[in-house]
């Protein structure tokens, strides 16, 4: 068996790599990567049984590594460590491990216990999922409140400032089809419509961006991509 550890700081593959050599040393040999390039030419050449891969990492994340990684290694069994138990990193690991991968996900503030037992978990076939991060989980596979990718679409386009209009023309549909989509969200969310209450406090996009950053369903980096996948030169009508 062969088990990759790969994080861009050096300090935390040290910690990772001392603790498994002690609890695990029949699993490895071990080997390191300090970013997700590495991480992906290592694992073509190495074929893990394992990977560790940390979800912030320079040149190419831990998800989009894990993404190219398991669509020429499905089999492998990958491990996200992270210090953040946003909704966003759920949403996109759901996307990249194949219907009967195993994964797990790690906070980095859990014991070395609870690493060993996620690192047991996946190399006998199984998943292993931080407590820290089972609500997050739920609310990802609950109909009431999950987002479909068409809302999650709308979301990310009113927190980069669009109008109707500007989502409109991108996305190659009608405004009413927007507002349609935006309706469901602001639904999701818990904010109330147009006309359900005497009075609001808040405006319904700038309290959907707020609630959705709260959640953990979008951040800088998340917008950042999609800005430049939509075009970057969004000015709205």
């Not at 398991?70 to 953040?84: D, H, Q, R």
């Not at 904010?191 to 700038?206: K, W």
């Not at 950042?224 to 009508?237: A, F, H």
């Amino acid at each position: 068996m062969t088990i990759l550890l790969v994080d861009d700081e050096q300090r935390d593959r040290k910690w990772l790599r001392d603790l498994l050599e002690e609890n695990l040393s029949d699993y490895g040999p071990f080997h390191e990567g300090c970013d997700g390039m590495e991480a992906v030419e290592l694992s073509a050449k190495l074929k893990p049984d394992l990977i560790f891969l940390d979800i912030k990492m320079p040149k190419l994340s831990g998800i989009k590594a894990a993404e190219q990684i398991l669509g020429k290694i499905p089999e492998a069994g990958v491990i996200m460590l992270s210090n953040f138990s946003d909704e966003v990193y759920v949403r996109q690991l759901w996307k990249v491990v194949p219907p009967d991968g195993t994964f797990g996900y790690v906070l980095k503030n859990a014991s070395n216990e609870q690493v060993i037992e996620a690192a047991r978990a996946v190399l006998s076939g199984d998943c292993w999922i931080h407590p820290g991060i089972a609500r997050v989980i739920q609310r990802t596979q609950n109909r009431a409140t999950s987002l479909t990718p068409a809302e999650y679409e709308a979301l990310v386009c009113i927190a980069l400032g669009m109008t109707d209009s500007a989502i409109a023309k991108k996305l190659y549909l009608t405004e009413k089809a927007i507002q349609s989509r935006l309706k469901s969200l602001y639904s999701k969310l818990g904010i109330p419509g147009r006309g359900e209450s005497r009075e609001t406090e808040f405006n319904q996009r700038c309290r959907a961006v707020y609630l959705a950053n709260k959640r953990g369903l979008i951040n800088q980096s998340e917008l950042t991509e999609w800005e430049s996948n939509l075009g970057g030169d969004n000015d709205g009508d």
